[in-house]
């Protein structure tokens, strides 16, 4: 499809703008894979449900999407002064390119393929509200990144829908829509990422400033979004059925009292051999845990830019 404006040649963002977030990106995504145990993910004890996968996999693959970090947030920079809605076809290619550095990375496996997305478009954002003098805050990041996916759920998704029944050339999030009605990864972009601004954010706050120990705060904040979220990687290994099994799960754990002190994490052993047993991995719920801490350190910073 022919780009309809292409984004002026402006003034790029200054470099260490620029330089913080995104190493404050590539530092989320670390923070992610390495926090430990995660039920059913890779993390420093175990590969969870997966079997082509593990720790350095993820560790080599966030170096390489570490290099792109910066054009993302160049682009929204540069691109500021388009409809915020005809920004997402000129991220796009940059997202695609960043993907195929990936899967070099990995030899093929899909470490990062959701973190990327999410990321890519958060990064874009903050570039446009650094250009439009905004003010760089959780939540106008993520109602930017709304604004770059208006209508990408009913372009995507929906209208796909007749245009593609049952052909191979849909991706999981696709089927998916088709069969349980998940939206999936655009889903929560296109609303701006609820989960994180109404849910996992506030608790990931709420806990620290309890005085939690940052990483206990961060796995029991890992099961709010396992509760609530409905991810298509748990749906596309074990149906509405392993989703649902899930998020009861996640709920129980966090109803008794979720995982407070380190005692508690024996409840996240238990989780994590069950959650393999059933080859479930919630991998959009870990993808949203990145954006949660990447924006927990946005709001904590006082950097001026
Ligand atoms: C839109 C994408 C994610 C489509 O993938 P797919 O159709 O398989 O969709 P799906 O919703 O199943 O998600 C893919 C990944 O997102 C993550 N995910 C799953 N569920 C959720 C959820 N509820 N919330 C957030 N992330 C989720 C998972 O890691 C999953 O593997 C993407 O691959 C794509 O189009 N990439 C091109 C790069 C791009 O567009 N970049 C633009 C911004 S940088
Ligand atoms: N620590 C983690 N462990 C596993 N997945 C993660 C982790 N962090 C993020 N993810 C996300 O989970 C996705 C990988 O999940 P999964 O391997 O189930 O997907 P797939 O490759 O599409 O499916 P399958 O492995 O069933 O063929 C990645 O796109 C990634 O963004």
Same mark, same amino acid.
């Given at each position: 499809?022919?780009?309809?404006?292409?984004?002026?040649?402006?003034a790029?963002i200054?470099e260490?703008?620029?330089?913080?977030?995104?190493?404050?990106?590539?530092?989320?995504m670390?923070?992610?894979?390495n926090?430990?145990?995660?039920?059913?993910?890779?993390?420093?004890?175990?590969c969870?449900?997966?079997?082509?996968?593990?720790?350095e996999?993820?560790?080599?693959s966030?170096?390489?999407?570490? &290099?792109? #970090?910066?054009?993302?947030?160049?682009? =929204?920079?540069?691109? !500021?002064?388009? $409809?915020? +809605?005809d920004? %997402?076809i000129?991220?796009?290619?940059?997202?695609?390119a960043c993907?195929?550095?990936?899967?070099?990375?990995?030899?093929?496996?899909?470490t990062?393929?959701?973190?990327?997305?999410?990321?890519?478009?958060?990064c874009?954002?903050i570039?446009?509200?650094?250009?439009?003098?905004?003010?760089?805050?959780?939540?106008?990041?993520c109602?930017?990144?709304?604004?770059?996916?208006?209508?990408l759920?009913?372009?995507?998704l929906?209208?796909?829908?007749?245009?593609?029944?049952?052909?191979?050339s849909?991706?999981?999030?696709?089927?998916?829509? &088709?069969? #349980?009605?998940?939206?999936?990864?655009? =889903?929560?972009a296109? !609303?701006?990422? $609820?989960? +994180?601004?109404? %849910?996992?954010l506030?608790h990931?706050r709420?806990?620290?400033?309890?005085?939690?120990?940052?990483?206990?705060a961060l796995?029991?904040?890992?099961?709010?979004?396992?509760?609530?979220?409905?991810?298509?990687?748990v749906?596309?290994?074990?149906?509405?059925?392993?989703?649902?099994?899930?998020?009861?799960?996640a709920?129980?754990?966090?109803?008794q009292?979720?995982?407070?002190?380190?005692s508690?994490?024996?409840?996240?052993h238990d989780?994590?051999?069950?959650?393999?047993?059933?080859?479930?991995?919630?991998?959009?719920?870990a993808?949203?845990?990145?954006?949660?801490?990447?924006?927990?350190?946005?709001s904590h910073?006082?950097?001026?830019h």
């Amino acid at each position: 499809m022919p780009i309809k404006q292409q984004p002026s040649d402006c003034a790029a963002i200054d470099e260490h703008s620029v330089a913080y977030y995104s190493e404050l990106a590539y530092r989320a995504m670390l923070a992610e894979v390495n926090l430990t145990p995660k039920p059913g993910l890779v993390d420093r004890n175990n590969c969870g449900a997966h079997k082509d996968m593990e720790l350095e996999d993820f560790h080599r693959s966030a170096l390489a999407i570490r &290099q792109w #970090l910066p054009r993302f947030i160049e682009f =929204g920079a540069c691109s !500021a002064n388009l $409809p915020a +809605v005809d920004v %997402l076809i000129g991220l796009r290619p940059i997202g695609i390119a960043c993907e195929t550095d990936m899967f070099r990375a990995t030899a093929g496996v899909n470490t990062h393929k959701g973190s990327i997305f999410s990321l890519g478009l958060l990064c874009a954002a903050i570039g446009r509200l650094h250009t439009l003098h905004r003010l760089i805050t959780p939540e106008l990041i993520c109602s930017t990144a709304a604004a770059f996916c208006r209508g990408l759920t009913e372009r995507e998704l929906q209208s796909t829908i007749n245009n593609h029944k049952n052909q191979p050339s849909q991706t999981a999030g696709q089927r998916l829509f &088709q069969q #349980l009605g998940l939206t999936g990864a655009r =889903g929560e972009a296109e !609303a701006g990422y $609820p989960l +994180v601004i109404q %849910l996992a954010l506030p608790h990931y706050r709420d806990r620290l400033a309890q005085g939690i120990d940052p990483e206990l705060a961060l796995l029991d904040t890992l099961l709010v979004l396992m509760a609530h979220n409905g991810d298509t990687n748990v749906a596309s290994r074990g149906g509405p059925s392993g989703l649902s099994w899930l998020q009861q799960r996640a709920k129980a754990l966090l109803c008794q009292g979720g995982i407070r002190h380190p005692s508690d994490l024996r409840h996240l052993h238990d989780f994590d051999q069950e959650c393999i047993q059933r080859n479930l991995s919630a991998g959009g719920s870990a993808d949203l845990l990145i954006i949660t801490w990447f924006l927990a350190q946005i709001s904590h910073s006082n950097y001026q830019h």
